[in-house]
Nanobody, 121 residues
Framework: QVQLVESGGGLVQAGDSLRLSCAAS????????MGWFRRAPGKEREFVAA????????SYADSVKGRFTISRDSANNTMYLQMNSLKPEDTAVYYC??????????????WGQGTQVTVSA
């Protein structure tokens, strides 16, 4: 069993930065790929970024490429999402995900509770 707890969300202005954290527990955490998804009001959940269990490979949604950076610290069981140059359209609840696949929502094994990110214009 893996438990995921997100933190770091908040209210910022357009152009600001935020760093989200996802603290994981469970002995199998280190073998899972991990990722971030988000759900904006009135929209479906969408993929944001993912990282392999080794941390050697990452992938991003086109909408965040060049602005967001995903990383993981396996020694401390934590994953991060550095978000720069935030835009109002980045406003959403951000969810931490872990599993054998962290890119396709239906294949994710574990989800966090989510953290709200609000970007004002």
């Amino acid at each position: 069993q893996v438990q995921l707890v997100e933190s770091g969300g908040g209210l910022v202005q357009a152009g600001d930065s935020l760093r989200l954290s996802c603290a994981a527990s469970g002995r199998t955490f280190r073998t899972y790929a991990m990722g971030w998804f988000r759900r904006a009001p009135g929209k479906e959940r969408e993929f944001v970024a993912a990282i392999t269990w080794t941390g050697s490979s990452t992938s991003y949604a086109d909408s965040v490429k060049g602005r967001f950076t995903i990383s993981r610290d396996s020694a401390n069981n934590t994953m991060y999402l550095q978000m720069n140059s935030l835009k109002p359209e980045d406003t959403a609840v951000y969810y931490c995900a872990a599993g054998n696949n962290a890119v396709v929502a239906n294949l994710v094994n574990y989800w966090g509770q989510g953290t709200q990110v609000t970007v004002s214009a």
